[in-house]
């Protein structure tokens, strides 16, 4: 067994992978990025579409392209690559991985930053009725298929969910040559990018249905069809407005959730609010030097606070090996009035990083708002925004004088104000 | 009789309404035809009919709405089995390819028998056998005097026997059934009286606060607990691969993908089957055909028994969700007749599994799985593990039971045709009787065919296949360097490399579809459901099959995984411009980004 020791292990690299890897290399450190795939660029090698890197690079790139800025970094610098490796666990911070070329390989970090990305919810995880056949597949997996394998997976799709992948892939499927029967989403508002619904949906004459849902699928080996119904406002289906249409291809764009199978292995403990691992503000896990960048710690909407997020980490890994990592006891940051899910949702005030950014959700639409962190009754920083949507994530900067503002002692707390 | 017959019958339908005949034949069967209200009194009346004396079994012909259960031959197909000539010869044909086929197979390939097992799925066990709890029941659930609580009670005995020597998943733990009440305290007192009569070893009554003890997650205190230790888990499916790699490396050879449609009887004597694919001729055919087998006893002109299919439909949960490890009967808030309690339990892959219900059906292959399906199991799951979502189901299926009207197995040589031995009604706890009804046929084929001579070379031993993740760094670290496939992981929920994908494609029975690969290897079986790992499977099958993309099923000959490739299409003139156009307009607008904020 091949023993490799390094300052910081990455694992997974996606666009945060290989923003925390070369950020960490910039300061100085060895590291050595782990990615189980043969090539560089996790998910985005299959985001062939563009609207990428429009605010760290105010350009609009594809996914492969927006890779390759990193890529092309990554391969002048001196962080070492192990490719075609897939990390199997995590105990007491030792990284055992293998691969065909070396064997199992144990990698013994002084600090480990996680960037293995998202999952996609499948149909176990939505309430469809009837029976398993064939044709029930992921948006994801429909993109893999049709651009990265060039294959046909169905005739007559219906897609469930209005997620932007979901919406992206009605569009390609239609230029494929694929009938897109309708866009279903169960809420009563879209899942993805206003954009997205224009130049994916009502350009190409696709229909949205809302507040509308699959409930059962039909056909004992491939998909014969599915049956829809429309929903009340407690998401109940509402009877007699059901409807049977015939297809071969249900897309299932149902959310995204952070990948935890490793992370649990580690020990680290999983938040309920971001379903990620609780962070804190240098995005450190409950498990000291173990640190987490990009859709493994939230679901985030653009690439580009992917990149950013993994860098964050990347700092705070390096400041903990340089034995700078703040260490008073956290604080909470606390989720409230239409915030669904919130990163960091930890804070300490030792901090000392130039300035610090929440990402959060909001769980319905709102418009002229004010977004606050307050301490208590003292608000820290609130910023006006004309309207906040489920699908797109709120981002609020602190700078360092902000940061000062923040007393011990007292939970924080994120709420949309109207 | 008939006018006993007719009475029943009038006392529980309106016969003015809906004349219902019944016609009894020299054998004591009972034959009941006409147009029924609903299929629920159907069942219910014939069920009542199979109960009066000296009533043989029942066939069920009865109608609701144009559907009923009375066999229809495949004319089209029986023609293009005769028409495509010889298929294969042998000694043995056993038809159906479940636990109880492939048992019976192995059991048989000790002799010096030239043996087939048709099965008309594109593998194994595609009927009871793959969908149902797992459980090897002590036997004090089963009804006392019946054959199907003498088999169980001996097959549970012979499966420390079956586990060691073909190294499928086995966990003797034992089983519960709680009380809670004064209600439930009888039901938990007759099966401790069956239990007794049909001498369940070591059941005994034990204190709740020792059950607690054994069962640390379970939260609500039962009044009384019936503890049979002997009840054990395995994977049915595990069970039946194994039998049937075992048979197959003794020389059985298994036929998939083909029905058998027609039975050839000369003067009374059985010459062989006709398949879709062509005649196979021998001397015995042994109809373990599951839910099918009254229509392969018919096709033999041996009808004399209807096999209703009973769903039952089974919840798992994710690993990590608490409960209990051994079965617990916790009865059902709404009692289901001819269940076996539908309780909580863990697979032996240690997922919390919930369930069955009991739904009489008309349509032997609706796995449909409905709402109510799920109310039930959800509800008899909860009163001993109260507070589960609904959305915490990570996957729910239903199986089909394949019942007669007495409820009970029926084994035995034909008294019509020589050369013919029903296997039938294998309902629960056919699975767990599996060693002990292989045992019984054994004795049934040497009455049919004379003396059985042993082989020299027969190997009872079937070797586990590699699971990787279960191994030390050691044994990976040497098992990659023979094979560097075993250090690719595929599938990243389950962790499983594409070694061990290999392998099931190359083991005795190939593995061939998503479906066969994920019931051996449980790749696909995991979080993402295939999501991730499904695009390099139809890689690794088409690699080793030389299949093209649109050939590769899911399970089933319409079931294909994509329907082809694009770049088929890419030959059209303006298709790529169309493509390359549509990239360009795929620019966002200008608002992303700046998310509309002003400080
Ligand atoms: C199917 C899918 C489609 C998407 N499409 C879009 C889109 O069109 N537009 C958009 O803006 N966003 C899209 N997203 C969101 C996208 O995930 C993010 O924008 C971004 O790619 C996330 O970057 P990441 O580095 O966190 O994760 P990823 O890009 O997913 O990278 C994670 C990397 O970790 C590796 N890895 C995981 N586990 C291990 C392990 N155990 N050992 C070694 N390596 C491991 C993976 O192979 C992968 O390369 C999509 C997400 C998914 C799941
Ligand atoms: C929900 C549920 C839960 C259960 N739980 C338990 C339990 O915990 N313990 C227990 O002991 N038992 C249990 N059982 C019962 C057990 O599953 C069955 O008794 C057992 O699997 C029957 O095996 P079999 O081989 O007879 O039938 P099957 O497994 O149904 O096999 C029959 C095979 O014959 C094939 N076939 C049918 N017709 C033809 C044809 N014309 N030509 C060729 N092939 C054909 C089918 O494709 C099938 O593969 C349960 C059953 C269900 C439905």
Redesign the interface.
């Known amino acids: 067994?091949k023993v490799i020791e390094t300052d910081i292990a990455v694992i997974g690299a996606g666009p945060a992978g290989l923003a925390a890897a070369l950020e960490a290399s910039r300061l100085g450190k060895q590291v050595t990025l782990i990615e189980?795939s043969d090539d560089l660029g996790g998910i985005l090698q299959q985001c062939?579409?563009?609207?990428f890197g429009?605010?760290r690079f105010k350009k609009?790139l594809?996914g492969p392209q927006y890779a390759e800025r990193f890529i092309e970094k990554l391969k002048a610098s001196d962080v070492s690559l192990l490719l075609?490796t897939?990390v199997?666990s995590i105990e007491n911070k030792v990284i055992?991985a293998?691969?065909?070329?070396?064997?199992?390989l144990?990698i013994r970090p002084g600090a480990i930053v996680l960037a293995m990305g998202c999952?996609?919810r499948?149909?176990?995880?939505v309430?469809i009725?009837?029976?398993?056949?064939?044709?029930v597949?992921?948006a994801?997996?429909v993109q893999?298929?049709?651009n990265?394998?060039?294959?046909?997976?169905?005739?007559r799709a219906v897609i469930l969910g209005s997620g932007d992948i979901g919406m992206i892939m009605a569009?390609r499927m239609h230029?494929?040559?694929i009938e897109v029967l309708g866009v279903y989403e169960l809420m009563p508002e879209v899942g993805g990018?206003?954009?997205n619904v224009?130049?994916c949906l009502i350009?190409y004459d696709i229909p949205l249905h809302l507040s509308t849902t699959v409930r059962?699928v039909f056909g004992?080996?491939?998909l014969e069809g599915v049956r829809v119904v429309k929903v009340d406002k407690n998401r109940r289906p509402i009877e007699g407005t059901e409807e049977d249409i015939a297809c071969?291809l249900l897309v299932l764009s149902v959310g995204l959730i952070p990948e935890n199978?490793l992370s649990r292995k580690a020990g680290v403990l999983i938040s309920p609010v971001t379903q990620g691992p609780v962070l804190d503000e240098s995005m450190m896990t409950s498990v000291p030097g173990i640190f987490a960048a990009g859709n493994v710690s939230i679901v985030f909407d653009?690439v580009?606070y992917v990149s950013d997020s993994a860098e964050a980490a990347a700092r705070g890994a390096v400041r903990y090996l340089d034995g700078q990592a703040p260490s008073a006891e956290p604080l909470d940051v606390i989720a409230g009035e239409n915030v669904a899910s919130l990163l960091p949702t930890q804070y300490r005030v030792d901090y000392v990083g130039d300035e610090l950014s929440f990402y959060l959700r909001v769980r319905k639409m709102e418009s002229n708002v004010r977004v606050t962190l307050r301490q208590g009754k003292r608000v820290i920083k609130s910023?006006?925004?004309?309207?906040v949507r489920p699908a797109?994530m709120?981002?609020l900067t602190l700078s360092r004088e902000d940061l000062t503002l923040i007393e011990p002692d007292t939970p924080l707390e994120i709420h949309i104000e109207t | 009789m008939v006018k006993r017959l007719k009475r029943i019958i009038a006392e529980y339908v309106d016969t003015s309404q809906f004349p219902i005949n019944a016609t009894v034949r020299e054998d004591g069967v009972v034959i009941l035809e006409g147009e029924a209200p609903d299929w629920k009194t159907a069942d219910e009346l014939a069920h009542r009919v199979a109960k009066s004396k000296k009533v043989r079994n029942v066939i069920n012909h009865l109608s609701c709405d144009g559907k009923s259960l009375a066999y229809i031959p495949k004319k089209e197909l029986i023609d293009q089995g005769r028409a495509l000539g010889t298929l294969d010869e042998a000694d043995v044909i056993i038809v159906g390819a479940g636990v109880i086929g492939s048992g019976i197979a192995r059991e048989l390939s000790k002799y010096n028998l030239d043996i087939v097992v048709l099965e008309k799925g594109d593998d194994i066990s595609q009927g009871a056998s793959k969908a149902n709890n797992g459980m090897i029941h002590s036997g004090n659930a089963v009804v006392p005097g019946t054959l199907k609580a003498k088999l169980n009670v001996e097959g549970n005995a012979m499966y420390s026997d079956w586990a060691a020597d073909l190294q499928f998943e086995f966990k003797r733990i034992g089983s519960f059934g709680l009380s809670y009440n004064k209600k439930d305290r009888h039901t938990l007192w007759l099966s401790w009286i069956a239990g007794r009569l049909n001498k369940v070893p070591g059941m005994r009554f034990i204190s709740p606060d020792t059950f607690l003890e054994m069962e640390k997650d379970v939260e609500v205190r039962p009044r009384r607990v019936l503890y049979a230790p002997t009840t054990a888990y395995v994977d049915g499916f595990e069970v039946t691969i194994a039998l049937a790699e075992n048979a197959a490396m003794n020389g059985v050879r298994f036929h998939l993908s083909t029905e058998v449609v027609d039975v050839d009887v000369e003067d009374g004597v059985v010459r062989g089957v006709v398949t879709d694919r062509g005649l196979v001729k021998g001397r015995l055919v042994i109809n373990a055909a599951g839910v099918f087998a009254d229509e392969i006893a018919a096709m033999a002109g041996d009808q004399f028994y209807t096999l209703h299919p009973r769903k039952g439909v089974i919840a798992i949960f994710d690993k990590e969700k608490k409960g209990p490890d051994r079965s617990l009967n916790g009865r059902p808030y709404v009692h289901q007749k001819n269940t076996k309690g539908g309780g909580v339990q863990r697979t032996v892959s240690g997922n919390p599994l919930w369930g069955p219900n009991a739904v009489e059906i008309l349509d032997k292959t609706d796995l449909s799985v409905q709402p109510e399906d799920l109310d039930y199991v959800m509800g008899s799951g909860s009163v001993v593990c109260p507070g589960t979502k609904r959305s915490e189901i990570i996957a729910s299926f239903a199986g089909i039971r394949p019942a007669d009207y007495k409820e009970d197995f029926i084994i035995e040589r034909s008294r019509v045709v020589r050369g013919f031995i029903h296997v039938a009604g294998i309902q629960s706890p056919g699975l767990a009787a599996a060693p002990a009804i292989a045992k019984m046929v054994e004795e049934l084929t040497a009455d049919e065919l004379g003396k059985l001579s042993r082989r020299g070379d027969w190997n009872p031993i079937r070797e586990k296949p590699v699971v990787f993740s279960k191994l030390s760094p050691e044994e990976q670290e040497r098992l990659i360097s023979e094979n560097p496939l075993y250090g690719h992981i595929v599938c990243r929920c389950e962790t499983i490399s594409e070694g061990e994908i290999v392998d099931a494609i190359r083991r005795p029975i190939p593995a061939v579809t998503f479906d066969a690969i994920k019931r051996r290897v449980r790749a696909t079986a995991g979080r993402c459901q295939g999501g991730f790992c499904g695009p390099r499977i139809l890689e690794i099958i088409m690699r080793e099959t030389g299949l093209r993309p649109e050939e590769v099923r899911k399970q089933g000959k319409d079931s294909y995984i994509v329907a082809g490739t694009i770049r088929d299409r890419c030959d059209e003139a303006d298709c790529c411009e169309t493509r390359a156009s549509a990239g360009v307009s795929e620019g966002i607008a200008q608002e992303t980004g700046a998310h509309h904020e002003s400080d």
């Open positions: 067994m189980r062939i579409h563009d609207g429009l605010v609009q594809s075609d897939t199997l055992r293998v691969s065909p070329r070396e064997g199992v144990e999952r996609e499948t149909r176990s995880q309430e009725y009837g029976t398993r056949p064939s044709g597949m992921t994801g997996t893999r298929y049709i990265l394998e060039g294959y046909l997976p169905g005739r569009r230029l494929e040559g990018l206003a954009r224009y130049q350009d059962e004992k080996e491939r071969d199978e653009l580009d910023k006006k925004q004309l309207v797109e709120v981002t």
